[in-house]
């Protein structure tokens, strides 16, 4: 069983509305997690960490974690045609721990 | 952050044969980490190398079939040895800054095995 398991596996949003992607952690060591974005045919990168239950704003996108659930979701309000790509959830045993294990991802397409 | 260039940006080879793809960082990184990623699927670890050391092998990644070389701080080199079509995937090298964990990708290595 896949330790990260993501949700929707593909979502259409309309332009400027809100995008919302979950995440859950079946092991419960893994409770560090990270946002990745991925266009196409271009590298992940990184959008935001959430390492402590609630809320963290970054602009336009808002995490929140859940540890006792190990569930957290991120939600990109205002979408853009630019937020179109595929995005993943990575968690972490701890902080210092390099060896993020990804889910296998959320295609989001805003559509214009 | 970290700026990661790999070479080549996409390769074509024929079963059996190896193949060699580079990974050069902008600044000095302790690990150079390994992706492998099928087609918009999950990102594999395959290993992790440090300057002057064996990489680390997660599992189902071998060294005799994914040798990997770090010779300095700033250059990892993954070779891909007796390629079979199940290897066609986007290799990606990745790697962070000590005061950060997240992690920087290159551009990846789109591999086809016929």
């Known amino acids: 069983q896949q330790k990260v398991q993501q949700s929707p596996e593909s979502l259409s949003v309309p332009e400027g509305g809100m995008a919302s992607l979950n995440c859950t952690s079946s092991?419960?060591?893994?409770?560090y997690f990270w946002w990745y974005r991925q266009h196409s045919g271009e590298g992940p990168k990184a959008l935001m960490s959430i390492f402590s239950d609630g809320d963290k704003k970054e602009g336009r996108f808002t995490a929140h974690l859940n540890k006792a659930s190990l569930h957290v979701s991120l939600h990109i309000r205002d979408s853009q045609p630019s937020d179109s790509a595929l995005y993943f959830c990575a968690a972490s045993s701890n902080t210092g721990n390099y060896k993020y294990v990804f889910g296998a991802g959320t295609r989001l397409k805003v559509i214009a | 952050s970290v700026l990661l260039y790999q070479k080549p940006n996409r390769d074509i080879c024929q079963s059996g044969t190896s193949l060699k793809i580079q990974c050069v960082a902008d600044?000095?990184?302790?690990?150079m980490f390994w992706y492998q990623q099928f087609q918009e699927q999950s990102l594999m670890l395959m290993a992790t190398?440090?300057?002057?050391?064996?990489?680390?092998?997660e599992s189902g990644f071998t060294k005799d079939k994914f040798p990997i070389s770090r010779p300095n701080l700033t250059f990892s080199t993954l070779t891909v040895n007796n390629a079979r079509p199940g290897d066609s995937s986007i290799y990606f090298c990745?790697?962070?800054?000590?005061?950060?964990?997240?992690?920087?990708f290159g551009h990846g290595t789109k591999l086809s095995v016929l």
């Open positions: 600044s000095q990184v302790v690990s």
């Open positions: 092991d419960r060591n893994f409770q």
């Open positions: 190398a440090n300057e002057g050391s064996e990489a680390t092998y």
């Open positions: 990745s790697s962070k800054t000590i005061s950060n964990e997240r992690l920087f």
